[in-house]
């Protein structure tokens, strides 16, 4: 096989673009996304199987889809938390959790993942679906490093990722070539996300390997240790 030469792409736009882009986002996603993402969000959230009474954060949650099935998968005597850059999301998402009767379990903020306002050790799982490859080459460590400090020892952590696994596949190439052109509006792109959690501390437990149009996306489960 050749070998990929070419460099990870990087993310260059600001954080306060991203929460602009998504803000104006917000209303469309499920239109626009939604239905694409579905089967690899589930993918993670079969892969994660929250229980009942735990303590779970969702970060990125967008419109709020994964929420939902995490909510009544941890039910009345657990609590979910969600953090997301973009106001405009997470009122989407507040929506959707009233009218599913489960907002009264779900703790909702509007922040930044580079730097999590939880307490060390204080979640058993983590979520994060198409979120991790938004963020910039030299803070995906940094977001990683915060998941592992508010996880608990041996706590889980789903990612759902575009994997750069396949990184001569035409599909990927096109996908990096679309970003090269359109560094703002396709600010994220493929990730090695297993190599990124392993330096990050996080073990791989479980790892699925699916394609969305032949693009690579990967299913991680890792463990804190
Ligand atoms: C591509 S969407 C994915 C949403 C959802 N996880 C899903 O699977 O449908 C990425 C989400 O990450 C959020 N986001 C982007 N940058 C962020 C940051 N620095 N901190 C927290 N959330 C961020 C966006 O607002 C958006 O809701």
Not at 41 to 69: D, K
Not at 80 to 101: F, N, P, T, W, Y
Not at 108 to 123: E, I, R, S, W
Not at 209 to 223: C, E, K, Q
Request: glycine share 6%.
């Amino acid at each position: 096989m050749a070998r990929d030469e070419r460099p990870l792409r990087r993310v260059n736009r600001t954080h306060e673009q991203a929460r602009i882009n998504y803000d104006g986002l917000s209303r469309c996603y499920d239109v626009l996304a939604g239905s694409v993402e579905r089967r690899y969000r589930n993918a993670g959230l079969h892969m994660l199987a929250a229980e009942a009474g735990e303590r779970v954060l969702e970060v990125g949650f967008g419109t709020g889809e994964a929420l939902q099935t995490l909510a009544a998968a941890v039910g009345p005597a657990g609590t979910l938390h969600g953090i997301d850059i973009s106001q405009g999301m997470l009122e989407v998402s507040r929506a959707k959790l009233q009218h599913a009767c489960l907002a009264d379990r779900v703790v909702l903020q509007q922040g930044d993942a580079v730097q999590l306002p939880y307490a060390n050790c204080c979640f058993d799982a983590l979520f994060m679906s198409f979120t991790l490859e938004l963020f910039d080459t030299p803070e995906i460590p940094t977001v990683l490093a915060e998941c592992r400090r508010v996880l608990r020892p041996q706590g889980r952590m789903c990612v759902v990722a575009m994997s750069r696994r396949s990184a001569d596949h035409p599909m990927t190439r096109l996908y990096e070539w679309l970003h090269d052109r359109f560094p703002r509006r396709l600010d994220c792109r493929p990730i090695p996300a297993r190599q990124c959690l392993e330096e990050a501390g996080l073990r791989t437990v479980e790892l699925r390997r699916m394609s969305m149009f032949g693009l690579a996306v990967d299913i991680l489960l890792s463990r804190r240790h």
